[in-house]
């Protein structure tokens, strides 16, 4: 008996922590293939790109419909791919504003879902997560140009 309810707690455990990822939402990871890029950068510019075509979309809608869910499958792969950019190669002072820009893209997001029914909230609640994606793009994109062009240094040139 005392082992029995040991491994249900583990199982209800198990499944209330992994939250609505990829137990509920696995469909995350195709979006995660279709955006692969040539490096982490591109991928997470990639899967922006899918995320503001998704929001868009479920603007005026209402509920659980298509558009909502795939921005929900699209922010999973997201956030999955910001965890993986900032363990591989993103530096700390932008890997912190990439994680900020993560949990307020959550914060927004998990309010959304419990205004899904309700209109004009839902439609100012994806415009809020929309301005936050091109925040983060904008933080993508100097990455990726630091990354073309890294710190050049410029020589002086003295008089003799």
Same mark, same amino acid.
């Given at each position: 008996?005392? !082992?029995?309810?040991?491994i249900?707690?583990?199982?209800l ?15 995350a990871? *195709?979006?995660? !293939?279709?955006?692969?890029g040539?490096?982490?950068?591109d991928? /997470? /510019?990639?899967?922006i ?12 809608g209402?509920?659980?419909?298509q ?12 956030? *999955? ?7 591989? !190669? ?61 710190? !050049? ?8």
């Amino acid at each position: 008996m005392k !082992q029995t309810c040991g491994i249900l707690g583990l199982c209800l455990f198990l499944t209330v922590s992994s939250g609505c990822s990829y137990l509920f939402y696995p469909r995350a990871d *195709d979006y995660a !293939q279709q955006a692969k890029g040539a490096t982490t950068v591109d991928t /997470l /510019l990639n899967l922006i790109s899918m995320l503001e075509a998704s929001a868009t979309q479920a603007k005026g809608g209402k509920g659980k419909d298509q558009a909502l869910d795939d921005y929900h499958n699209q922010l999973h792969a997201l956030f *999955d791919a910001v965890d993986a950019a900032v363990v591989s !190669q993103i530096t700390p002072p932008t890997s912190d504003l990439l994680i900020t820009h993560k949990k307020t893209l959550r914060l927004l997001f998990h309010r959304l879902w419990t205004l899904k029914d309700q209109q004009p909230q839902r439609d100012q609640h994806l415009d809020r997560c929309l301005a936050e994606l091109r925040s983060l793009r904008e933080v993508l994109q100097s990455v990726k140009r630091q990354a073309l062009f890294p710190q !050049q240094t410029t020589a002086r040139i003295v008089a003799p």
